[in-house]
């Protein structure tokens, strides 16, 4: 059941990916609020290491971009890759209205919570490369582990194809390309 502000919380995520068939296995942890904690505490987790960022431009066009922790993202020059305007941090209280979590618990699974579909999903080419990808459920205390694929038909089903862009690179003009999942 969902709360009473209408967003889902870990157990409703995971009742989700249950029914869509996704196994996840997820690991519990203290609150780790950036890459440099999650590093430190994470053990021997296997498969991609990941961040999220919630952005918006200036007409409050609003991207989840999720990326392997060590990628290096160009706020500067990503808009004109994606078809934005500047791109800026979305506030806290947006992040919370929009997509239910709390800084430090950025996660694309929280699109599960985007029910007016306002965000769109940019995911960093690199992730594709990994057959395992690593997320917070919602919330800094642990890390839930899911396939590609099974992450791929999650995104599918709440209505958020995420747009793949080698994000490193989207700094040297020429050598970009964008495709959408579907």
Same mark, same amino acid.
């Given at each position: 059941?969902l709360?009473?502000?209408?967003t ?21 942890? *203290? ?11 994470r053990?021997?987790? *296997? ?16 991207w ?27 506030s ?13 618990s950025v ?5 599960? +919570?985007?029910?007016?579909n ?18 917070? *459920?919602?919330? +800094? ?19 958020? *194809?995420?747009t ?19």
């Amino acid at each position: 059941m969902l709360g009473l502000d209408m967003t889902a919380a870990r157990d409703e995520l995971f009742t989700r990916l249950d029914a869509l068939g996704i196994a996840t296995q997820t690991v519990e942890h *203290p609150p780790l609020f950036t890459v440099e904690q999650s590093k430190a505490l994470r053990g021997e987790i *296997p498969g991609a290491h990941t961040k999220s960022l919630f952005l918006k431009c200036k007409k409050d066009r609003l991207w989840l971009l999720v990326a392997l922790e060590s990628t290096q993202v160009n706020l500067k020059t990503l808009h004109q890759h994606i078809g934005s305007g500047r791109l800026s941090f979305a506030s806290a209280d947006m992040l919370h209205k929009i997509l239910g979590v709390e800084p430090g618990s950025v996660t694309p699974f929280a699109i599960i +919570n985007d029910k007016q579909n306002q965000v769109c999903v940019i995911l960093d080419e690199a992730l594709l490369d990994f057959e395992r990808l690593n997320f917070h *459920p919602l919330v +800094n205390t642990a890390t839930t582990g899911i396939s590609r694929e099974g992450f791929m038909r999650f995104l599918d089903d709440s209505g958020h *194809p995420a747009t793949i862009l080698p994000v490193e690179q989207q700094g040297n003009a020429g050598t970009d390309s964008v495709r959408l999942m579907h």
